[in-house]
Every structure is written in C-alpha cells, then in structure tokens.
Nanobody, 127 residues
C-alpha cells in the first residue's frame, strides 16, 4: 500500500514561488503515473499536472502551463511541483496522487483514475 505525504505549502505573495513535495512510502512509485490536483473553497477538485513513469511525459492544465513544473526524484521516491509566478487564483489545497496503471492522456487528467492520494497541503497566494 503506497502512502503519499505532501509538504511545502504555505503563504506567498502574488508573483512568488513555492515547491511542493510528495514523498511516497510503502513501495516504489517509479512505475507509477503521478499527478497533482487542487481544490479551492467552494470549487470542485481540478487537475493541475501529471507525469508518466518511464519516458516521463508531462501534462499541465492550461491555467498553469508555463508556470508550474512537475518532476520527480526517483532516488528519493518523491515527486515535486515547482510553482512560479503564483497568482491569487492558485490558492487551494493541493493533493498529489498516484496510479500504477497506464491511462490515456485524457484519463491522466481525471482524479478517479488515481488509486492513492495524499492528505493535501494548503497554498495561499495573497494579492
């Protein structure tokens, strides 16, 4: 059973940067697809970014493309979300997720396709 623990959230001013970490335990995630999702108050959870295992293709929501980067350190069994040029609308609880299954590019953006979830970390961007 894989457990995921996020960290790195906090309060930052607009234009600033944060790096979120998602440490996996209970098994290696080197052959997993990893994703980041977020949920703002009163809104549904939405896809942010995902990375396949192997060749490591990456996918981003249009709202974060060019500002966020998902990458992993296999030796540390950790996936990261580097967030630059943060905006107030990026304020949300950020969750990492993992799945050992291969899905289409479309399905990797769907939360129900992921089997394991972290507890979330709060990101607040002030204007």
């Amino acid at each position: 059973q894989v457990q995921l623990v996020e960290s790195g959230g906090g309060l930052v001013q607009a234009g600033g940067s944060l790096r979120l970490s998602c440490a996996a335990s209970g098994g290696t995630t080197s052959n997993y697809a990893m994703g980041w999702f977020r949920q703002a108050p009163g809104k549904e959870r939405e896809f942010v970014a995902a990375r396949r295992w192997g060749v490591g293709n990456t996918y981003y929501a249009d709202s974060v493309k060019g500002r966020f980067t998902i990458f992993r350190d296999s030796a540390k069994n950790t996936v990261y979300l580097q967030m630059n040029s943060l905006k107030p609308e990026d304020t949300a609880v950020y969750y990492c997720a993992a799945t050992p299954f291969y899905y289409s590019d479309y399905d990797l953006r769907q939360g129900p396709k992921y089997d394991y979830w972290g507890q979330g970390t709060q990101v607040t961007v002030s204007s």
